[in-house]
């Protein structure tokens, strides 16, 4: 969804620069998954490297950028100006820092949906801290199993990202170990339009490796991501391998927890998994159909 692109695009360079959020500047990118004109593009790409480049982002979360690739996700990912975004418990808010801004400076609507007010700690703490920036930020449930919850409408969203959290709902996390990545995948479902996208990243788990692994690892296979999406309805789009690190062996003491930035090792051969980085991930991109 588009909302008078080029317009959209000079307007929010303007308010970031003109709030001394950043220098900002137009930049080229190759490919883009959408079906926008190149104005278009052009407009997008601007709005989406101002969000990121914005220096009211915590040093610490822009100084992970070299692993979590956002621009070249949320391309990807094809997340418009002006769309109404789900991020599936955003934690701290990494990704929010991007996307709110970016959205709702296109005057879309961002929905932060969070298991609890324990998991919504980190978005609240933005909204206080700078309401001008997030103060419109949406708080929504996720999953919602109560009938007292707020949910994110049915058929609202153009898009529902989920960073890193598929393989907590197959290791049963805060459901005494039950696993219910199905639950959630049909509840993301029923949040999006038809057409719609889900952008899902995970740490990808070897299709070889024993799937036991999943329960304990943090690691998830593709196929068992695959299978969930497409249990719930959608249609497989893409992959993109813009968040592989081969380094990543996926075998470690901790799971994925050994490696950066968690680190659950403490300083027993922090310099080797340093030196792999962060965890090999799958980023796929789903539809709900027409």
Known sequence: MIRQPLMYAAAMLSALAGGGLLAAQHAQHQGGTGHATAPEHRSRHGALHAAIRADTRTPANVARDIHRHPFETLDFFGVEPGDTVVEIWPGGGWYTEILAPYVIQGGGTYYAASMGAGQSAGVRRLMEANPRLYGRINLAAFPAFLAQETRVPDGTADAVLTFRNVHNWQMGYQREGQPYGADAFRQMFAMLRPGGTLGVVDHRLPESADAERERTSGYVKVSTVRRLAEAAGFRFVAASEINANSNDTADYPRGVWTLPP???????????????????????????PE
């Open 262 to 288: 968690s680190y659950r090792l403490g300083d027993q051969d922090r310099a080797r998994y340093a030196a792999i980085g962060e965890s090999d991930r799958m980023t796929l991109r789903f539809v709900k």
